[in-house]
């Protein structure tokens, strides 16, 4: 009997330790990959077909952001005002996968709602300074859209 209990509480313990060492492991995934996390959008910015500016404060705009190791996952969402009663309407949505280097991040949308084909890319140019994520995406020399994301986790 005494046999047994110990062998049942060395288990245990073996078992602690290989859970212990799976969260050391994301740990360390998290500290080599600075995206993993959810990301609320603080500002930003984009420019439309006709070469204008469209701020997202001023188009009440509300965005989360879902990162995993290897796929994102966004929502925006426009604040309008029904009736006196502010609701909110769907925007935009896009997940898929995503690379990055020290200074870009990729994605590649692979169901999204604003008529991206699978294979085409998105890439920004990235700062982490402290709990946000400042992007910028150029392409062929214009400055395309501009964001500032707020770490939630």
């Known amino acids: 009997m005494i046999a047994a209990s ?5 288990a245990l313990i073996l078992l602690l330790m ?19 996390g959810s990301w609320q959008l603080g500002s930003g910015k984009y420019l439309d ?3 204008e500016w469209q701020d997202y404060a001023a188009l009440n705009l509300k ?3 879902v990162i995993s190791a290897s796929h994102f996952s966004f929502t925006t969402m426009k604040e309008v005002n029904q009736d006196g009663e502010v609701k909110s309407e769907f925007w935009a949505a896009g997940t898929g996968h995503y690379e990055f ?16 084909a699978e294979g085409e890319s998105f890439a920004f140019e990235y700062e982490i300074k402290g709990q946000e994520l400042h992007t910028k ?15 939630l986790d």
Do not use: M
């Not at 110990?6 to 060395?10: D, G, I, K």
């Not at 290989?18 to 993993?36: C, G």
């Not at 995406?137 to 770490?151: N, S, Y």
């Open 137 to 151: 995406r150029v392409e062929k020399d214009v400055l395309k859209e501009v964001e500032v994301w707020q770490r």
């Open 49 to 51: 077909d006709k070469g």
């Open 18 to 36: 290989n859970i212990a060492s799976t969260f050391t492991a994301s740990a360390t995934e998290l500290s080599a990959n600075p995206f993993i």
């Open 101 to 116: 280097t020290d200074t870009r991040y990729i994605e590649y949308p692979a169901l999204n709602s604003f008529g991206v």
């Open 63 to 65: 965005a989360i952001k």
């Open 6 to 10: 110990r062998l049942a509480l060395l």
